[in-house]
């Protein structure tokens, strides 16, 4: 059984799902409304008389929306079809409230205690050094931070980051030797490093509150080392253009920051050198954190090797993720998750909770994760909501 929108109707046959169908029960079916199909036949009734109307269940469950509109309820282990309705980017709910959000820019919505929706913006800072002496280009691109009824409460100047990514790139770039046998000691000697680039980016995170909201950032730097014997510009001048005898190194340099009511914590690194397709170089900085997830969940992140924090291994993950309940009882084992990845989780009957990781749902019990349905989840949170009737059928 499926739902599909019903295109023509001619007597008892329609068309939907992109055949004829025979039309099975009482109700008036006409072009536009949403039906159950089998393949063979479209099935509606309505209440006439002593005939019993159509369940909707009524008794509680988990609201679950996909982005493509279609609504669904998870209950009795199982989730229950409603009608494939509006398109939406994000859906959350508390209660019986539902609030729907199409912005791209969105990275969480939410309805706070208050009873308010707030949504939690994307935005970057980038700067740009010329190399000529002029001042540094600057360059923001959008508002990062919390908006509420169209309000930014709390705004966040993407500029403040920049300074843990440049000391990452430098601490690493300072690590590195040239071939050179050359020091300041020999005449003509002369080294440099620059900054060219630095990004730093709101990518993920999620906000109920000023006291209950985990953000991550992302900063990406670009760093230049130089040094050799008679630097000088094309014309024989002063200059960093040539050198008699000299070595470069460039890296592309990333560090994910996680920042919470509690402070910024530098979670990881790594950097590609000299323009390698991969990167080159990881660094595993924080040994173990507590990242915390709405209504209480939190993911504890810990070094796999706690007495090694840099390597250059691209096939060794760095760390162990695992799922944890508001009581700290363990849920599971996360290998798919990343810093910033969306995640949201409910409890269910018994040992066992519906979680949200990406895009995707999963059912997780025993420390097995299930995955369930499809792709393309909109929920920014997994919750109970006991009134569903107007859920399943598009009415909220």
């Known amino acids: 059984m499926?739902?599909?929108?019903?295109?023509?109707?001619?007597?008892?046959?329609?068309?939907?799902?992109?055949?004829?169908?025979?039309?099975?029960?009482?109700?008036t079916m006409r072009p536009g409304d949403i039906v159950w199909i089998d393949g063979r036949c479209a099935y509606g009734n309505q209440s006439e008389g002593n005939i019993a109307p159509v369940i909707v269940p009524d008794g509680g469950g988990i609201?679950?929306?996909?982005?493509?509109?279609?609504?669904?309820?998870?209950?009795?282990?199982?989730?229950?079809?409603?009608?494939?309705?509006?398109?939406?980017?994000?859906m959350v709910n508390r209660g019986g409230r539902v609030v729907f959000n199409d912005d791209l820019d969105c990275l969480d919505i939410s309805i706070g205690p208050d009873r308010k929706t707030y949504i939690l913006q994307n935005g970057s800072y980038e700067q740009t050094?010329?190399?000529?002496?002029?001042?540094?280009?600057?360059?923001y691109e959008g508002q990062a931070g919390v908006s509420c009824d169209g309000q930014v409460i709390m705004p966040l100047d993407m500029k403040d980051y920049m300074e843990a990514g440049q000391s990452y790139a430098l601490d690493e770039i300072?690590?590195?030797d040239t071939p050179l046998p050359y020091g300041p000691e020999t005449p003509g000697y002369g080294e440099r490093t620059i900054i060219s680039m630095t990004r730093?980016?709101?990518?993920?995170?999620?906000?109920?509150?000023?006291?209950?909201?985990?953000?991550?950032?992302?900063?990406?730097?670009?760093?230049?080392?130089?040094?050799?014997?008679?630097?000088?510009?094309?014309?024989?001048?002063?200059?960093?253009?040539e050198a008699d005898v000299g070595y470069c190194i460039d890296l592309d340099c990333y560090l994910d920051l996680m920042q919470t009511p509690a402070g910024l914590t530098i979670l990881k690194g790594n950097y590609y050198r000299d323009q390698d397709t991969s990167p080159t170089h990881y660094s595993d900085v924080v040994v173990e954190t507590n990242i915390p997830l709405p209504d209480g969940y939190s993911i504890t992140m810990t070094r796999r090797n706690k007495g090694q924090q840099e390597?250059?291994?691209?096939?060794?993950?760095?760390?162990?993720?695992?799922?944890?309940?508001?009581?700290?009882?363990?849920i599971c084992s996360l290998p798919q998750y990343y810093p910033g990845k969306f995640v949201a989780a409910c409890k269910l009957p018994g040992q066992s909770w519906l979680v949200r990781i990406g895009k995707e749902l999963y059912r997780c019990g025993k420390g097995q994760m299930q995955p369930i349905g499809g792709y393309g989840l909109g929920n920014c949170r997994l919750r109970p909501m006991r009134n569903n009737r107007n859920w399943m059928k598009g009415d909220s």
Not at 3 to 19: K, L, M, P, S, T
Not at 75 to 83: R, T
Not at 213 to 240: A, K, Q, R, T
């Open 63 to 90: 609201p679950v929306f996909w982005q493509n509109g279609h609504h669904q309820l998870y209950s009795s282990s199982k989730l229950v079809n409603g009608i494939l309705g509006t398109p939406h980017h994000r």
């Open 129 to 139: 050094d010329p190399d000529d002496g002029k001042i540094p280009g600057e360059t």
């Open 311 to 330: 390597h250059d291994s691209v096939d060794a993950e760095g760390y162990a993720y695992t799922l944890y309940a508001a009581n700290g009882q363990g």
């Open 200 to 241: 730093c980016e709101l990518n993920g995170g999620w906000f109920e509150s000023a006291k209950n909201y985990c953000l991550f950032i992302s900063d990406y730097v670009i760093i230049h080392y130089m040094e050799g014997l008679n630097w000088h510009d094309g014309g024989g001048g002063p200059g960093w253009e």
């Open 2 to 27: 499926q739902q599909a929108r019903i295109a023509r109707v001619q007597g008892n046959q329609i068309f939907a799902g992109g055949r004829w169908l025979t039309a099975i029960g009482n109700k």
């Open 174 to 176: 300072g690590k590195l």
